[in-house]
Nanobody, 121 residues
Framework: QLRPVESGGGLVQSGGSLRLSCTASGSIFSINAMGWYRQVPGKQRELVAAITSGGSTNYADSVKGRFTISRDNAKNTVYLQMNSLKPEDTAVYYC???????????????WGQGTQVTVSS
């Protein structure tokens, strides 16, 4: 079973920083877009940031200027550097990856298991 694995969540004070990592491993031919979503109880999961295999990025307005997404294609890994964290950034953060497992397969969307980020005021 292919599932991206996240790491790097935790508890941080308002104004602090955290770096999330997510690595996809297993039988992988290529990875297209990778991204980070977040979800709080009672609300829909929302896009935080996304990056294509070519490096084009997209950010939610609420995190622009504070968060930076990057990836290492050789390691099948995506990162999310989060600076100037606010209490409203508290959520479970999920990694997302569009993965092609074999050369002539279609891309399928995979989710990580989620990592908790808590920002105290």
């Amino acid at each position: 079973q292919l599932r991206p694995v996240e790491s790097g969540g935790g508890l941080v004070q308002s104004g602090g920083s955290l770096r999330l990592s997510c690595t996809a491993s297993g039988s992988i031919f290529s990875i297209n877009a990778m991204g980070w979503y977040r979800q709080v109880p009672g609300k829909q999961r929302e896009l935080v940031a996304a990056i294509t295999s070519g490096g084009s990025t997209n950010y939610a307005d609420s995190v622009k200027g504070r968060f930076t997404i990057s990836r290492d294609n050789a390691k099948n890994t995506v990162y999310l550097q989060m600076n100037s964290l606010k209490p409203e950034d508290t959520a479970v953060y999920y990694c997302s990856a569009e993965i092609r497992r074999m050369r002539y397969d279609s891309n399928f969307h995979y989710w990580g298991q989620g990592t908790q980020v808590t920002v105290s005021s």
